[in-house]
């Protein structure tokens, strides 16, 4: 497989000087300055793809082209916000790019409740603690419903945690979940941006209606019209599996595991209507098993995220080493090194090591972190392909 790295633009203190010196060999990156919704112009696609070319590089995969939310939930600038997409694509197909992942979670895409969760070798990794998350949902949000969402035994955690939890915490869990996570790669809310809660919370009341049945023919409707672009520059789309897999705050959730992918794929029945098969996604579901997956899915999948999680008690879960956990990263490499060995696939959710922590980095794209990653990886290319 092709070995991808995601930049983050100009602003990102990772080079392509650096990135050539591990092993990289194409960029995995997007126009982040352009809000979503917006035409991705000619003229702005080449600027990045030259800047990279002559990095060294290749432009191998825009991750992501975002899907506006009234796309997602149909509202009335749908149609216009498809359009500008369809003309995105095409330009983005002129300029000899042919792999998009996009994903179609509601509102939120993945989420964390803590980004530095210290691991007993000193380095720190993303954590997901389930009692903390409802507490965010049920007194935080204050979610009409919330409580019926959790079951008895964790409405208790969550009166035990709010009995000690501290407005600091309060404030952390907030910057987590709806800024940190979410502004870089999203959009919605942004660093800075004042009252984060309500701006969150009026986005929830957008899908107030919106079950899964509802956005499941949304995406078939997104789907059936961007194909014709995509068939005339032979354009990849790769839908993300939802992170975790499983609904949250109310919202559905339609990229699950088995059941749900295998829909997306027959609903829209074209070769170029594809997966990107996240290994850590996925694995935080106890329902999937990664390698079946796999195996099912390798023809239509057009780009891999290498990463892996443990789930732990309590519906808790953490990003597990590359070489460990739920997403067995040695079988699933080995299937598509077999099945479709040209595929981009990228290490995803690196940990804090060394002095990546001071640097600043997205959450979860730490470079000393990823790199130690990438190492592993190659390793495992180096088994499976011997």
């Not at 002559?54 to 009335?76: D, F, T």
Request: net charge negative; glycine share 8%.
């Amino acid at each position: 497989m092709e070995k991808t790295w995601r930049w983050f633009g100009k602003k990102d203190t990772i080079t392509f000087a650096m990135l050539r010196q591990i092993g990289v060999e194409g960029i995995v990156t997007a126009l982040y300055d352009v809000p979503a919704g917006e035409i991705w112009s000619p003229e702005a696609i080449a600027g990045v793809k030259n800047d990279i070319e002559a990095g060294g590089l290749r432009w191998s995969v825009v991750e992501s082209l975002p899907v506006s939310e009234a796309i997602k939930y149909a509202g009335k600038d749908r149609d216009r916000l498809i359009e500008n997409y369809r003309l995105s694509l095409a330009n983005l197909g002129r300029a000899g790019i042919r792999t998009v992942c996009y994903n179609f979670m509601p509102v939120i895409d993945w989420i964390r409740t803590d980004l530095e969760h210290p691991l007993p070798d000193g380095t720190s990794s993303l954590y997901f603690d389930k009692t903390r998350f409802a507490y965010f949902d049920c007194r935080i949000l204050r979610r009409e419903g919330a409580e019926k969402d959790y079951t008895p035994q964790e409405r208790e955690r969550v009166e035990a945690l709010a009995k000690n939890i501290t407005g600091a915490e309060e404030d952390a869990l907030i910057d987590t979940i709806i800024v940190k996570t979410q502004g870089f790669i999203h959009g919605n809310i942004r660093e800075g941006d004042p009252e984060p809660v309500a701006i969150f919370n009026r986005l929830l009341a957008l899908y107030k209606g919106i079950d899964r049945d509802a956005l499941r023919n949304n995406l078939r409707y997104f789907l059936e019209q961007i194909m014709p672009v995509c068939d005339t520059y032979d354009i990849r789309m790769c839908i993300h599996p939802d992170d975790p897999p499983y609904p949250v705050l109310g919202l559905p959730r339609i990229v699950t595991g088995d059941e749900d992918i295998s829909w997306i794929l027959q609903a829209v029945d074209n070769p170029r209507n594809g997966l990107t098969f996240c290994a850590g996604s996925l694995s935080s579901g106890a329902h999937n098993d990664v390698p079946a997956l796999a195996r099912r899915f390798a023809s239509r999948t057009h780009y891999v995220h290498l990463r892996s999680t443990d789930i732990l008690e309590d519906g808790n879960f953490i990003e597990a080493s590359h070489l460990e956990g739920r997403g067995h990263l040695v079988e699933v490499t080995r299937i598509f090194e077999k099945e479709n060995p040209d595929l981009p696939m990228r290490i995803d959710h690196g940990r804090l090591m060394f002095d990546d922590a001071a640097r600043g980095y997205n959450p979860g794209y730490s470079f000393y972190g990823r790199m130690y990653a990438l190492a592993q990886i190659e390793g495992v290319l180096a088994a499976v392909s011997g």
